[in-house]
Structure formats: structure tokens, C-alpha cells
């Protein structure tokens, strides 16, 4: 595994650098003087005070269209993989936010494989496989098979509700305790779940980037 091992002048991709999770990572990568590379739509919401002495490149482009993903991964070493489009416009249509999801994956693993990169870390959905299993989560489980079937290893982390300010399902707790004291409640709601704190995710996934053998390998990050 010593090939998969990050070198001082390696360069980083983050994919979703702008996210709730992509924030928090690029602040703590570039903490530990990590080279990165974000690929974002608007490189306006990327911060100024982010840029500022840091050693980051940011490149426009699409995923889901294939813009500037050539560019993006060329000299990486490592990609994170942090994009959904759950939050998008499509978010009510299964079968449309599904099929952005898989196009964006494919896209990226074409451009990986082109450029050599030798691994991508993955950020997925933790849930019982199944003919149960939501869209949401199948759609997260059809993106690290795709992800793991490119020549790169795949390290691809399952996590459940992520608890921490910003961050959307944090939000919904949030709204639900103070403006909804009560309420019916469906029977979905006895499904109990694996919550985890933001900055445990991300020492997660800060630990599976500095260690090499977990290249190639799937973690349940879930909590208690």
C-alpha cells in the first residue's frame, strides 16, 4: 500500500468542496498543509479567507456535464467524492436526482481513469440492503459500485444522519423541535438510525486519506 501513501507534494481534488461537508474538509486538509484542488460551478462561494495563504486551485465545471473534469483531475493523487444532487431542483423526482447522480459518477471515473489518479475516497448512504432500501440510498449505494469499478481504489464510507449546524438533516431537527411540539407520526418513524457528529466524519475521512491501507476498502461510520 505504500504506492497509495500521500506525498508532500501530492495534489488533492475535492469534489462537493462547497457543501457541508466539503467546507469543514477543506479547512481541515489545508490545516495540515495538504495541496488541494476543488472543482466547483460557482467559484464565487469558494471564500476568499479559504484561498487566502493556502496552497488551494479551484476550477469551474459541471460533474453531472463532464465540464472541466479533464483539468480537475489532472496530477491528482487523491479525489474526495462529496457530490449528490438530493438537494437540488430534482430532489422530488427520484428517477431524475438518481440518474444525475450515476451520470456525474461515470463522468468522473472516465476522467479519473484518463488522468491516473489512484484513489477516490467516497462519502455515501448507511442502510440495510434490500428491496426496502429508499432511492435515496440506493442511488448513494449504485454510486460507490460505480466508483469502485475504475481502475483508482475506491475507500468508500457509509454514514447516516450527519448532526451538525449547517447541515440539512440537522436543520430538519431543528424546525421539527420548535414548530411542531407534536404531531402523528408514521410508522417509518420507529426506523432507528445511526446518527454521527460532523467532526467525527471528517476525522474519518482526514484518516482514510493519511492512511494508505484503506485503499480499496468500505467503512460503516455510523455512531451508537
Not at 40 to 60: C, G, H, M, T, Y
Not at 205 to 217: D, I, S, Y
Request: charged letters at 25%.
Amino acid at each position: 500500500m505504500d504506492n497509495f501513501a500521500l506525498q508532500p507534494n501530492d495534489r488533492v481534488l475535492i469534489l462537493g468542496g462547497t457543501g457541508f461537508i466539503g467546507k469543514r474538509l477543506v479547512s481541515e486538509l489545508t490545516g495540515r498543509n495538504i495541496r488541494l484542488r476543488l472543482l466547483v460551478r460557482n467559484p464565487s462561494k469558494v471564500s476568499a479567507a479559504i484561498l487566502q495563504n493556502r496552497d488551494i486551485e479551484v476550477v469551474k465545471g459541471d460533474i453531472v456535464r463532464g465540464e472541466g473534469l479533464k483539468e480537475a483531475a489532472r496530477g491528482i493523487h487523491t479525489a474526495y467524492y462529496l457530490v449528490h444532487s438530493m438537494g437540488s431542483k430534482s430532489m422530488f423526482k427520484s428517477t431524475e436526482f438518481a440518474g444525475m447522480d450515476k451520470d456525474a459518477a461515470k463522468n468522473f471515473i472516465s476522467s479519473a481513469d484518463e488522468a491516473g489518479i489512484k484513489r477516490v475516497i467516497y462519502l455515501g448512504g448507511l442502510g440495510e440492503t434490500g428491496k426496502s432500501l429508499s432511492e435515496h440510498l440506493r442511488s448513494r449505494e449504485e454510486v460507490a459500485e460505480i466508483l469502485s469499478a475504475g481502475k483508482l481504489h475506491a475507500t468508500i464510507l457509509r454514514a447516516a444522519i450527519i448532526i451538525g449546524a449547517g447541515g440539512a438533516s440537522f436543520v430538519m431537527l431543528k424546525y421539527l423541535v420548535e414548530r411542531l411540539p407534536v404531531m402523528i407520526c408514521p410508522k417509518w418513524i420507529d426506523t432507528k438510525i445511526q446518527p454521527i457528529a460532523v467532526k467525527d466524519v471528517l476525522a474519518y475521512l482526514t484518516g482514510c486519506l493519511l492512511n494508505p491501507a484503506t485503499a480499496g476498502k468500505k467503512f460503516d461510520i455510523g455512531g451508537p
